[in-house]
Nanobody, 117 residues
Framework: QVQLVESGGGLVQAGGSLRLSCAAS????????MGWYRQAPGKQRELVAS???????NYADSVKGRFTISRDNPKNTVYLQMNSLKPEDTAVYYC???????????WGQGTQVTVSS
């Protein structure tokens, strides 16, 4: 099993920045891809960004150029630096982990990000 614990959410004004962190514990060696998803009220959960063990990244079009995902393997932690935040970025952000490829095998509990206009 893998446990994921997020931190760093909060309230920020439009144009501001936040950094989310996700600390992983447990059977870390089994994880290949880590990522961030978000879910806004009334909407489906969507992939925001992901990063593989080898550093290959993938971003949703809506966040390209504004968000950066990074991974500190020795610390078993993945980060999401969010800049130029917009009200439409408001959502609960979930950390995820994938053992090989495909949909997540593990989820964090979620952290709220609210961007005011």
């Amino acid at each position: 099993q893998v446990q994921l614990v997020e931190s760093g959410g909060g309230l920020v004004q439009a144009g501001g920045s936040l950094r989310l962190s996700c600390a992983a514990s447990g059977r870390i060696f089994s994880i290949n891809v880590m990522g961030w998803y978000r879910q806004a009220p009334g909407k489906q959960r969507e992939l925001v960004a992901s990063i593989s063990n080898g550093g290959i990244t993938n971003y949703a079009d809506s966040v390209k150029g504004r968000f950066t995902i990074s991974r500190d393997n020795p610390k078993n932690t993945v980060y999401l630096q969010m800049n130029s935040l917009k009200p439409e970025d408001t959502a609960v952000y979930y950390c995820s982990a994938v053992k090989l490829w495909g949909p997540p095998d593990y989820w964090g509990q979620g952290t709220q990000v609210t961007v005011s206009s």
